[in-house]
């Protein structure tokens, strides 16, 4: 599945749906971002390559999620 296909994929936790999926690196000079992935628990280092998805939910605003790879998004999106 490309990124693009996630687009307006509900998250089965509630009335969350994607909005937008993308490749992403975060890269702060002097600085080591980490968090880990909502999917598999794995500790990603930011400034490498990794998922950044965008959930919109009606009340809330949006939420950003960083997942390891294609994988942790479409077991993430399954699984809630």
């Known amino acids: 599945m490309t990124l693009k296909q996630y687009l307006g ?3 089965p936790d509630g009335d969350a749906t994607v909005v937008r999926a993308s490749t992403h690196y975060r890269w ?3 600085e ?8 598999c628990g794995a ?5 490498e390559r990794h998922v950044l998805v965008t959930l ?4 809330g605003g949006d939420e950003r ?11 993430w999106l399954a699984d809630g």
């Open 65 to 75: 999620r960083h997942l390891c790879d294609e994988r942790c998004v479409d077991a």
């Open 9 to 11: 994929q509900p998250h």
């Open 28 to 30: 702060t000079p002097g």
């Open 43 to 47: 500790e990603l280092t930011l400034s």
């Open 32 to 39: 080591r971002s980490l968090e880990a992935c909502p999917s």
């Open 56 to 59: 919109s939910r009606p009340v």
